[in-house]
Each structure stands twice: as C-alpha cells, then as structure tokens.
C-alpha cells in the first residue's frame, strides 16, 4: 500500500527520491504514468502489468478504443532506481504534470500507487478532497 504524503524536490536533471516507505514496494524498477488531475502514477511493476491486463480486456470488450489503449500505453515508462533511491522523470511527464525542475513536489499515497504532484496543484487536490471528507461538498452546507 502506498500511503502518506512526503515532499521532495525535483532535481534540474529530472530526478526525484523516492522516500523509503514507497521504494520498499519496488525491486529496483517502477512504472510511471500519466494520471489524473495533471499528476504522474507511480506503480510497482506487478501492479502495472494487471493494470495492463484490465485494460488489454476493455479494448477486447469494446469498453475502451484502441486509440484509448495506445495513449495510455505510449505515456508510460519503466523506470530504474538508482543506488541514491531516485528516479528520473522524463521531460513530457514533467511537462504534463508542472514539475519544474528544482521544484518542490509531493508525493502522495493512493493505496494501489503513488502520485507525483506540482506543489501547488497538490494544494487543491488535498484541500477538495479534506471538504469532502469534512461532508462539505455534494451539497452539503457549511
């Protein structure tokens, strides 16, 4: 499981530290993806290869496009760690996702993976969903 939030920083060459609790879950090799809201997943390799099935099963099902399928697949990387416990982000991920390099970043619990967050876009992830959690959205009053 994949919880906690832990700041890091992201170094000018694309690289971040994993902090221990989520490297544990690793052997040496983790996925990233593109997620949602603008972050970067990261998945164990075991959990990305089941991912991958289910969605290998959509696309025969006909629930999601081929052209679904090749985004997802194409946005993805195996990523080594190094001795140091770092990954390296590539330049489109980053992009995707605001980190700027020799920026802060947050990575994020999400039980099944983690998340990799523009500081500033984490702020309003974290702060939506403590309202929610707080009963104050959905139409709920204040």
Not at 46 to 74: H, K
Not at 115 to 122: A, R
Request: proline share 3%.
């Amino acid at each position: 499981m994949f919880v906690g939030t832990h700041e890091r920083q992201l170094d000018d060459k694309g690289r971040l530290t994993l902090p221990p609790p989520f490297r544990t879950h690793m052997q040496g090799s983790c996925y990233l993806s593109i997620g949602d809201d603008r972050c970067v997943t990261i998945h164990t390799a075991e959990a990305f290869e089941r991912r991958a099935n289910d969605l290998l099963a959509q696309v025969r099902t006909g629930e999601m496009s081929q052209n679904r399928l090749r985004a997802i697949a194409g946005a993805a990387a195996l990523v080594s760690i190094d001795r140091q416990g770092r990954i390296t982000i590539d330049e489109h991920m980053r992009t995707f996702a605001r980190l700027e390099p020799s920026s802060k970043v947050v990575l994020s619990g999400a039980l099944d993976h983690g998340e990799i967050w523009c500081e500033q876009l984490f702020a309003g992830i974290s702060s939506a969903g403590q309202g929610e959690l707080a009963g104050l959205a959905g139409g709920a009053s204040t």
